[in-house]
């Protein structure tokens, strides 16, 4: 039984379908996401450019500003902000006890098609680099979308011969973009049926690529080389398949890879971080299972 | 007609009527109210103290760093905080182009009786004064109990012989703590009866000191001597009543005072800013009024 504050995700996402099936009902704003979240407290934010990408720092008070969680927000490409995730991020900081950087990628239809929000986030993760923070203290971080860009970013910096990060945290990442999981079909998710997503990823990769093209598809990727993954997922969420397939393929390809899949919850349950036992939870798993990877 | 966002006010004050009335039925926490404002943007957010008091700094990107509000969170001596009101005293601060310190004062149940958060207000402008910012170039800043906070904290200071500060603004003040006003009975005001507010001032004040006393009881203190009061009031809030007897008798006292109400609005309207036309006017007045009062 999720707990009652998690309910508070279902009613998001209820509200989410209300507003994408009927906009002028008045219903919630794009900014509305962020309301699930308590505030972590004693985190700090500040809005800087992370190679010429807007972005947020949250530091938390006394972390090692030399460990860094480069973190991708989701949004499925065309919402969510560093201001919806920055308490998210910010409790997986302070819970983590290092710097996190929320790079604020392009969104569609300003802009963010495929591959500017992986070319954003090369760029932040250079500027990090550049700053002089070392690869092996640089965790990715992603949710739904930003759970797809904390891998494909990863790939883009092997193929651009760049050290990797140590690690990846993957927060119901949207793993593959043809949304062709048994998931969709078993799950009381409110929201994300098979056709939203498909319609969510081909407005994303627009008519030149197809939605199971190894470049963007995660479960037909090269992921040889790809730092160890954490991957988390609601056993009740319409990607739980997107999750279960990533953990498979990893490993395979030969990557350290990790999936807790937590009963009865839903998509990015982890927003409810500071109200919720399940994403407390979760993000306290998170911080445990990378921080020995920092180096902490 | 008010805006349909200035209505999530309304719908906010309704669900907080039934978390008084029905504690278990696991209506919004104290932080929603926070939620009923948009997020400012390039405004940075630190935690800090002033005076041994835990503040947090709200810092817009440009601003003149040697101006400063002081803001003094509502929330009627029992809730509300550095959180709830960061957006809309960064809103503000953004607005005027300053920097915005708020303190943190401790609430009831945890040690915040009278005169607790007057000391600790004042212990805040006693941090400013000394980090060598200048009494005119401070404006303090308060909604409700915070609106309050403002103007007892100049009489503290008068009483200490500190300067007084250059300006306050006043945000629905609770200015008569005996709640006698006519507009408790013609309001609709969902949550703000004559009897809550009272037994909000009494749990604040104790047995020892009266509701008409004037060392609290903002309509019969001496403010003679207090700085230049810009007070802005809900045409339908309970409180309205309060700001009119508030701006009669200052003036009586020789402040400049200025009263603004808006047709048709509700209690601390203004947390709606960003998102409705109501309270983002009212900010803009609000920054027009103080910004030569602070010589910007």
Redo the contacts between chains.
Sequence with gaps: MPS?QSEAVRKHWEAARLAVTQPDA?GP?D??WG?LT??P???????TEAGGVPAMWAVP?GCRPDRVLLCLHGGGFVSGSI?THRKLFGHLAKAVGARALLPGYRLLPEGGCYPVPVDEAEAAYRSLLGQGVAAEHIAFAGDSAGGWLAVTAQLRAREQGLPGPAAALLLSPFADLEASGESFETSTDPLFTREFCRMLAHGFLGESIGLSDPRVNLLYADLSGVSPLYIQAGGDEALLDDARGLEEHARKDGVDVRLDVFPGMLHTFQMAAG?APEADDAIRRLADWVRPRLGL
């Design positions: 009652k008045g704003d900014e509305s309301d308590a505030e407290r004693e985190v700090d934010y500040l809005e008070k201001y109200r």
